[in-house]
């Protein structure tokens, strides 16, 4: 059984840093592509930070890029998206995925049940 769990979300002020971690079980690790998306109410699930499993190639949204910064723990099975200068429009719930192919579309094989990340100004 496949398990993507993300942690980390909280509150903090704009300008501050949170690590958000997608802990997962069940799945090859080497067979995927790993993503994080954000939704906020009302809104799709947007595309944030993708790396593939060799961690040699990764992927960022033009709105996050220069701040935040996905990564993997190989032999801890995470994912990790460090975010950093934070900006109440990241304010969205984030959510860990894992693909057979690379997609900014959130149309991933596994999802997490995600991670509320708040942004206050």
């Known amino acids: 059984q496949v398990q993507l769990v993300e942690s980390g979300g909280g509150l903090v002020q704009a300008g501050g840093s949170l690590r958000l971690t997608c802990s997962f079980s069940g799945v090859v690790y080497g067979n995927y592509v790993w993503a994080w998306f954000r939704q906020a109410p009302g809104k799709e699930r947007d595309f944030v930070a993708a790396i593939d499993w060799r961690g040699a190639s990764t992927d960022y949204a033009d709105s996050v890029k220069g701040r935040f910064t996905i990564s993997r723990e190989v032999f801890k099975n995470t994912v990790l998206l460090q975010m950093d200068n934070l900006k109440p429009e990241d304010t969205a719930r984030y959510y860990c995925?894992?693909?057979?192919?690379?997609?900014?579309?959130?149309?991933?094989?596994?999802w997490g049940q995600g991670t509320q990340v708040t942004v206050s100004s």
């Open positions: 995925g894992c693909n057979s192919a690379f997609s900014r579309k959130p149309v991933y094989d596994y």
